[in-house]
């Protein structure tokens, strides 16, 4: 009986020294990972200052519809249209997409767009003032300027077969509601 016990107590010690051992690793893995990622640089405080920039823009916008251009992309047969009595429509804006509702084909949404930073000269002097959400690669571009209230999305020459679209006069709609959805 006392060699039962004895092996019994070897097992446990043997547990107990292998239950160390693991908590030693994982302690040293994860100050590895720690290290690893300040020497990096990645800074959390950098990605939620960008993510606050981009949320100034939330938010649900009447706008008013350009009838020019809405007209040429009629005549043109472009997809991307507004039935030709509408005036105004609504857009959402949320982390930095936005989504334009009321056309023809549904709804339009945007490339995920990035906050500009106005352009400084060497002698200090800001060039143009305004940050604004905006995507633009190769003959694609979506805008939104929330200060000035201006929306446009556009994809080529919108006189040659491509298409613009721009809303004006973007206020925040008061209640936060789409008023397809009331």
């Known amino acids: 009986m006392q060699t039962v016990i004895v092996c019994e107590a070897k097992k446990r010690a043997g547990q107990m020294d292998r239950n160390r051992t693991g908590n030693i690793v994982m302690k040293n893995g994860f100050i590895f990972v720690l290290s690893c990622l300040l020497i990096a640089g990645c800074k959390p405080d950098t990605l939620s200052e960008q993510s606050q920039k981009i949320r100034q823009f939330d938010g649900v916008y009447v706008c008013s519809i350009s009838k020019s251009f809405n007209q040429i992309a009629i005549e043109q047969k472009n997809k991307h249209v507004f039935p030709s009595v509408m005036v105004k429509t609504t857009i959402t804006v949320k982390d930095g997409v936005m989504t334009i509702h009321g056309m023809k084909s549904g709804d339009y949404v945007s490339h995920k767009m990035s906050v500009t930073e106005p352009p ?63």
């Open 120 to 182: 400084v000269t060497d002698d200090g002097r800001v060039l143009h003032s305004e940050v604004e959400l905006r995507y633009k690669d190769g003959t694609i571009q979506e805008d939104f300027t929330k200060k000035y209230g201006i929306a446009s999305v556009s994809e080529g020459d919108p006189f040659d077969k491509g298409f613009m679209q721009q809303l004006s006069s973007c206020r925040l709609s008061p209640d936060g509601v789409i008023p397809s959805q009331r």
